[in-house]
């Protein structure tokens, strides 16, 4: 079993639509990171939390650390939100970072 | 100005060989990483360098080795070079350890 598991693998959204990401992890964590990884490979970081909630524009990222598990919603979503979202934690020892396999979204105009 | 920047962005060389990946950040960050992504995309950390202090991950080979000739530079050494070393390699830092990171744009390394 991974460390990190996100869900879905894969999203196909139309445009406009709400998207939820979901992460789930089984080790202590310090935060957790949201990566966004361009069609070109790139890779950018959204949000790095370790409670409640943030907003950056459309995106808002939650956690919950006593279950274990943050969500990555994106409102009214566009086709430039078409990327590889990528959770990952590092651990509270400072000694390990994991991620999840990424959930690859595309959006449909 | 590039906030983290590597060199080269592609790298193709025949296995066997000693190569060099540079990475530099010039935002002052104490903090920084070496990443492999995978033929899958998954990610994984190779090392952290935070302060002179390295931190492993124990499941690279020690034909890998990072280089930090000062805190805004974290080069990336591999020898012999073998055809599983074939992936992409990217570099990111942070103010610390629990902090957002920031990547460069990745260095496409082909092993033939």
């Known amino acids: 079993k991974n460390e990190v598991e996100q869900s879905p693998q894969n999203l196909t959204a139309q445009e406009g639509e709400f998207i939820t990401i979901n992460c789930s992890y089984s080790v202590g964590i310090s935060a957790l990171h949201w990566l966004q990884q361009h069609p070109g490979g790139g890779i950018v970081s959204l949000f790095m939390?370790?409670?409640g909630k943030k907003k950056h524009g459309r995106l808002i990222a939650t956690i919950n650390i006593q279950e274990k598990h943050s969500s990555l919603h994106i409102t009214a979503s566009h086709p430039r939100d078409s990327a590889v979202y990528i959770c990952a934690v590092p651990t509270n020892t400072g000694n390990q970072f994991y991620f999840g396999t990424g959930t690859s979204l595309t959006v449909i105009p | 100005d590039t906030a983290v920047s590597q060199t080269p962005k592609y790298l193709v060389t025949q296995m066997g060989n000693d190569k060099s990946i540079k990475c530099e950040q010039n935002?002052?960050?104490?903090?920084m990483y070496w990443y492999k992504q995978d033929s899958k995309k998954f990610l994984k950390i190779m090392f952290s360098y935070n302060n002179k202090e390295l931190i492993i991950n124990e499941t690279v080979p020690n034909r890998f080795s990072p280089k930090s000739p000062d805190k805004a530079h974290l080069n990336l050494h591999i020898n012999s070079l073998e055809l599983g070393d074939s992936a992409v390699y990217f570099c990111?830092?942070?103010?610390?350890?629990?902090?957002?990171?920031?990547f460069g744009p990745g260095t496409r390394l082909t092993v033939t």
């Open positions: 939390l370790s409670s």
């Open positions: 990111a830092s942070s103010q610390n350890r629990d902090s957002e990171q920031y």
């Open positions: 935002l002052g960050h104490d903090t």
